[in-house]
């Protein structure tokens, strides 16, 4: 069975318990933030979403 051609869209087993596998496993392991480096990501998020609010509010407006 293991020389067999896969079918488009056949998913063999072992990819279908990978699938099952939470996606944590596969992110990268997380870096302690120095408080600087939080407040740069901060700042770089809260302008990111204050543009993203402000476009909205022009558009509904």
Do not use: D
């Amino acid at each position: 069975m293991q020389n067999q051609p896969q079918l488009p869209g056949y998913i063999s087993l072992g990819q279908f318990n990978q699938m099952l596998e939470p996606p944590e496993l596969f992110a990268a392991k997380p870096k302690s933030l120095t408080e600087q480096l939080f407040i740069e990501r901060s700042l770089t998020e809260n302008r990111f979403w204050l543009r993203i609010m402000k476009e909205h509010s022009i558009f509904l407006g």
